[in-house]
C-alpha cells in the first residue's frame, strides 16, 4: 500500500486488518455511486474506533476529495480523528481546510506552527504562503525563513515561491537573477520526483503537497 502523502504515519506492521483495509479500500475509491458505499465506510468506521489509523485516514481522505457539500462536515469530523490518532497529514488537510472556510483561522495558524515547527514540509510551505498572502510587508522575513527551511528538506514549490519572493521584493537585478536560479533549480528537483511519480512511486509526494 502507498506512503505517500495520506499514508506517511500509518504504521502498516501494526495494522492487523491490511486485507479488508484493502479491499475496501478500492470499493470507496471506485467509480460506484456513493449510496453503494455506505457498508463498506461503516466497516472502516468500525475498523478505525479499533485503533486503526489507516481506516480512519481512508474515510477522511474519501470525504476531503468528495465535491457533494453535504461531504464537509464529514470530512472535517474525520481528519480529526486521524489527526488525534497521530496523522499529520490529517492535521495539515484539516487546517488548510479551515483557511480556505476562513473560518477557525486562529486555530489553523496554530496547528500549521505545530507542525512546522516538527519539521513537516507541507505545513512550512502552507504556513509561508498563508503569512505572505496576508500581510507580505510585515511578515516577509519568517515567510522566507520557513521557505528557506521547506526548501532545505526538498519541498519542490517552497523552492519555486522562494524564488518567486526574491525576485519581486526587492526587485534588485541580483535579486532577479537569484530568484530565478531558484526557480530553475526547483524545476530541476521536481524532474526525480516526476519520475517516481511516473512508475508509481508517490513516497516523495509530500514534497508537492502544500
Given at each position: 500500500m502507498s506512503?505517500?502523502?495520506?499514508?506517511?504515519?500509518v504504521i502498516w506492521d501494526s495494522e492487523t486488518k491490511r486485507d479488508d483495509l484493502s479491499r475496501l479500500y478500492k470499493i470507496i475509491f471506485s467509480k460506484i455511486p456513493h449510496a453503494e458505499k455506505i457498508d463498506s465506510l461503516n466497516e472502516l468506521s468500525r475498523i478505525a474506533t479499533e485503533g486503526s489509523l489507516a481506516a480512519a485516514i481512508y474515510?477522511?481522505?474519501?470525504?476531503?476529495?468528495?465535491?457533494?457539500?453535504?461531504?464537509?462536515?464529514?470530512?472535517?469530523?474525520?481528519?480529526?480523528?486521524?489527526a488525534s490518532m497521530g496523522s499529520r497529514a490529517?492535521?495539515?488537510?484539516m487546517?488548510?481546510?479551515q483557511i480556505?472556510?476562513?473560518?477557525?483561522?486562529?486555530?489553523?495558524?496554530?496547528?500549521?506552527?505545530?507542525l512546522s515547527e516538527a519539521g513537516y514540509l507541507p505545513a512550512k510551505f502552507r504556513l509561508a504562503s498563508y503569512l505572505?498572502?496576508?500581510?507580505?510587508?510585515?511578515?516577509?522575513?519568517?515567510?522566507l525563513n520557513l521557505l528557506r527551511s521547506a526548501s532545505a528538506g526538498g519541498?519542490?514549490?517552497?523552492?519555486?515561491?522562494?524564488?518567486?519572493?526574491?525576485?519581486?521584493?526587492?526587485?534588485?537585478?541580483?535579486?532577479?537573477?537569484?530568484?530565478?536560479?531558484?526557480?530553475?533549480?526547483?524545476i530541476i528537483?521536481?524532474?526525480?520526483?516526476?519520475?517516481?511519480?511516473?512508475?508509481?512511486?508517490?513516497s516523495s509526494d509530500e514534497k508537492l503537497y502544500g
Open positions: 506512503q505517500g502523502f495520506w499514508m506517511s504515519d474515510i477522511a481522505s474519501y470525504y476531503d476529495a468528495g465535491k457533494k457539500v453535504e461531504f464537509k462536515g464529514a470530512a472535517l469530523r474525520w481528519l480529526k480523528i486521524a490529517a492535521a495539515f488537510r487546517a488548510v481546510a480556505e472556510s476562513t473560518t477557525d483561522r486562529n486555530e489553523a495558524e496554530c496547528s500549521l506552527r505545530k505572505y498572502l496576508r500581510n507580505p510587508k510585515a511578515n516577509k522575513t519568517e515567510c519541498h519542490v514549490f517552497a523552492k519555486r515561491e522562494l524564488g518567486r519572493i526574491t525576485m519581486i521584493s526587492p526587485a534588485r537585478p541580483l535579486d532577479v537573477f537569484i530568484g530565478f536560479s531558484i526557480i530553475l533549480s526547483s528537483s521536481f524532474l526525480p520526483i516526476l519520475i517516481k511519480l511516473a512508475k508509481g512511486d508517490n
